[in-house]
């Protein structure tokens, strides 16, 4: 979630008085949330979410966030996805993931991003990674309709990128060639192999989820899908543009989720959806303003569904200089879907030793 989601209009603390203090204008009314318990209750674009709430798939990850949280969008996202609080990391977090699941890069489509862009998370030298922003048009060279026209072009691109070459920004260019053609190749086939009786909003988080699902069932050894949705920057008129973007959000899980199952794979997935920071506790009028101290969820079959974490005092005391207080560091979460999802040694992907919550069963 792009942008710094509000942490405290997404899980609402409607049973107490002082939020509606805080938040005399940009606040979620106590007959419209959907209850989680006595306390606590989710915004009320979030229906499929609950659902799957009510079913025990969902872990609701409080006050996630890191020491000395920083308000600016991208150095707080840098941070999260190379797992670097301290220091400017250069190299993301799932990226070390991807190495360690294919350390002889045998498949140029271990992870596949479905968005313009390399994210941070997914960047690390010599590691591939797919970048697509229409599946049913990937490809190189796609606007070329003449067929010989992109043999030509497609052959004159594999001979300037798949020579011998001994500068290194060259082989560099090369392998990304080389990858990139692999990718195309087979990525164009996951469409028409896909069949579901799923229909997906026509928005662009949904969409790209159907993505995910048409290169998931399509069997092709992708093991991270990553995608991001956004802005959920909301200085103003928050109240509108967070309803749409949780409707979108959560709809799209919600579809997705139910291809899962049509599927039989719904035990095979873990959905992980965190934001680079919450927002201010109190509202500025019509939105609120960069923050700290957040919320992260972990979606699936096998997780253990609860609350983790605890959900920060709002009083003026506990806040962190008018902040939501973290109090668990990110890399606890890693350190759960890393150990007990991946099979992996979690403390040199994230930089340190971290106890799990054990929301993966």
């Known amino acids: 979630m792009s942008g710094g989601n509000d942490y405290l209009n997404t899980i609402v603390p409607y049973n107490q008085g002082l939020y509606y203090d805080l938040r005399p204008s940009v606040n979620i009314s106590q007959d419209s949330v959907l209850q989680i318990d006595s306390n606590y209750g989710f915004n009320p674009n979030m229906g499929a979410i609950k659902t799957l709430w009510d079913q025990g798939k969902v872990a609701i990850i409080n006050g996630i966030g890191y020491p000395q949280p920083n308000r600016s969008h991208f150095r707080s996202m840098d941070i999260w996805h190379t797992a670097e609080p301290e220091k400017i990391g250069t190299e993301g977090w799932l990226g070390r993931v991807i190495k360690e699941i294919d350390p002889k890069k045998e498949n140029v489509l271990t992870a596949v991003n479905f968005g313009r862009g390399l994210p941070r998370a997914l960047g690390m030298r010599g590691v591939p990674v797919a970048s697509v922003g229409d599946l049913a048009t990937y490809g190189l060279f796609p606007d070329i309709q003449d067929q010989k026209l992109k043999e030509y072009a497609l052959d004159a691109f594999a001979k300037m990128y798949g020579g011998e070459v001994k500068d290194p920004v060259m ?75 949780w409707n979108e959000v959560s709809g799209a899980v919600g579809d997705f989720y139910d291809d899962l199952k049509e599927h039989n794979k719904e035990d095979e997935v873990v959905i992980f959806i965190f934001s680079e920071f919450g927002r201010r506790i109190k509202d500025n009028g019509s939105g609120t303003d960069h923050g700290s101290g957040g919320v992260a969820f972990a979606i699936g079959g096998d997780i253990k569904g609860g609350m983790y974490g605890e959900y920060p005092s709002l009083l003026e005391k506990d806040q962190l200089d008018g902040d939501l207080h973290f109090n668990n560091d990110f890399r606890q979460s890693y350190t759960d879907i890393l150990e007990d999802w991946f099979n992996l040694d979690a403390p040199e992907i994230v930089n340190g030793q971290f106890n799990k919550f054990g929301f993966i069963k």
Not at 192 to 207: D, F, G, H, R
Request: proline content about 3%; charged content about 20%.
């Open 171 to 245: 082989d560099f260019l090369g392998q990304t060639g080389t990858d990139a053609l692999k990718g195309a190749d087979i990525l164009r086939t996951a469409p028409e192999k896909y069949e579901s009786t799923i229909e997906y909003a026509a928005n662009p988080m949904a969409q790209s989820l159907k993505s995910v699902a048409q290169v998931m069932f399509a069997d092709l050894g992708t093991r991270i899908y990553y995608t991001q949705h956004g802005s959920f920057d909301t200085h103003s008129g928050e109240l509108d543009t967070h309803a749409k973007l």
